[in-house]
């Protein structure tokens, strides 16, 4: 992988991660355009996700913070119910990642006409979701 096509996958990452589309999706796209597969394709893809999460993190950190300091307190509290709330919302995934790692793994590694109709779905959505009324609610385990 060059500098250029590194430079070009990262920005595409950097720009599609914080909106609502598939980041993962689009490098897919742009992997496919340049040619690039195998193993430095991989430990690019890890560097990125880690860089993202890196920014998540600092985006995110005074929130982080209170979420940590509440859950701490040792009592139910707002931050407890959230910090709940998202632990339970992870177990699908969780599960799906224990005994569907190498299914999912292969589903989707490659298969451009999958990513392709996966980010057609997305844009159904939401468009879905924004011509949709808005609604006040709380963040609940259902």
């Known amino acids: 992988m060059s500098i250029f096509e590194s430079v070009l996958l990262g920005i595409i990452q950097g720009l599609t991660e914080f909106l609502p589309v598939s980041s993962s999706g689009h490098l897919e796209l742009a992997n496919y355009l340049f040619g690039i ?3 430095s394709n991989l430990q690019f893809t890890m560097m990125v ?4 999460v890196l920014s998540t993190i600092t985006v995110f950190f005074k929130e982080i913070v209170r979420l940590i300091k509440g859950v701490f307190k040792f009592r139910m509290n707002d931050e407890t119910v959230y910090a709940f709330n998202i632990l339970i919302s992870m177990l699908p995934i969780l599960v799906v990642g224990m005994f569907f790692q ?3 793994e292969g589903l989707f590694t490659s298969n451009l ?3 392709g109709c996966m980010l057609l779905v997305t844009a159904v959505l939401l468009t879905f979701s924004w011509r949709a009324k808005p609604r006040e609610g709380k963040i609940t385990p259902k």
């Open 37 to 39: 597969e195998g193993e």
């Open 49 to 52: 996700h880690a860089a993202t």
């Open 102 to 104: 190498d299914d999912i």
């Open 113 to 115: 006409l999958l990513v």
